[in-house]
C-alpha cells in the first residue's frame, strides 16, 4: 500500500482541522456520541498512537500519546501532529523512500507488517475526516483509491459481532454496489453520506 496514499490524506485532514472554527467545538458529528472537540481529540490521540508506533517500531521506549489541549490552539495542535506523522511515514515506512524503512511494527497482540499500520491509519483518517469534515460543513474527498483501500482494510477487521448498540460500529446501511468507494465505505461502517448535523 503506497504511503503517497496516507500522506495525500493525512494533508487534506489538516486542511479541515485548520477549517474548524472554536464555535463548531459542541456540533454532532456523524461518529455516534462525539461532538467536534471529541472527535478532534480522538483523533489526536490516533495520530499520536500511530506516530508513537511507527517511530519506534520494536516498542521499546515508546511515550504515552498525550491528547490534552485547549481552546483556541485545538487545531494548531491536531495539525501539527498530523504533519508530524506525515514526516514519519515519509522518513520511516518502507515504500514512502525514507532512509531508515520500517517494514514490521511491534504491537500489543504481536508483530504485525508496517504496511498493516498504514492500513489501518488510513481507515481511520478517511472515515473521522468525512466525519469531522461533514460536522463542520466542509469538503472531503479522498481519491477513490484511498477510500478503497480503506474499504478493504475494514471489511478484513470489522465483524458481525462489532455492531450494534454498546458496540464500535453500527448496522451496515444498505447501499449500491456500483456507488462511489466512499460512499461504500461509509455505508460499511454504518454512515449515511445523506447524514446533516441536523440529523
Keep these: 500500500m503506497p504511503a503517497a496514499r496516507i500522506l495525500d490524506v493525512l494533508d487534506d485532514l489538516a486542511r479541515v482541522v485548520g477549517g474548524t472554527a472554536p464555535e463548531q467545538d459542541g456540533l454532532p458529528t456523524p461518529c455516534a456520541g462525539l461532538d467536534v472537540v471529541t472527535l478532534r481529540r480522538h483523533l489526536?490521540?490516533?495520530i499520536q498512537y500511530f506516530?508513537?508506533?511507527l517511530t519506534d517500531p520494536s516498542g521499546d521506549q515508546r511515550p504515552e500519546p498525550?491528547?490534552?489541549y485547549t481552546g483556541s490552539d485545538a487545531a494548531d495542535v491536531v495539525a501539527e501532529s498530523v504533519?508530524?506523522?506525515a514526516r514519519t511515514v515519509r522518513t520511516t515506512v518502507a515504500d514512502g523512500g525514507g532512509s531508515t524503512p520500517v517494514n514490521v511494527v511491534e504491537l500489543g497482540a504481536g508483530t504485525i507488517p508496517a504496511e498493516s499500520v498504514i492500513g489501518l491509519l488510513l481507515a481511520e483518517t478517511v472515515v473521522h475526516g468525512w466525519d469531522l469534515s461533514r460536522a463542520t460543513g466542509q469538503v472531503w474527498q479522498p481519491s477513490p483509491v484511498a477510500s478503497e483501500?480503506?474499504?478493504t482494510v475494514l471489511s478484513a477487521a470489522i465483524r458481525p459481532e462489532y455492531r450494534g448498540a454498546d458496540m464500535p460500529f453500527a448496522p451496515e446501511v444498505p447501499?449500491?454496489?456500483d456507488?462511489?468507494?466512499l460512499e461504500r465505505l461509509l455505508a460499511f461502517t454504518g454512515r449515511?453520506?445523506?447524514w446533516t448535523p441536523a440529523s
Aim: proline residues 4%; without cysteine.
Design 44 to 46: 489526536l490521540g490516533g
Design 51 to 53: 506516530d508513537i508506533v
Design 66 to 68: 498525550h491528547t490534552t
Design 83 to 85: 504533519r508530524k506523522l
Design 149 to 151: 483501500q480503506a474499504y
Design 175 to 177: 447501499v449500491g454496489a
Design 179 to 181: 456507488a462511489p468507494a
Design 192 to 194: 449515511s453520506v445523506l
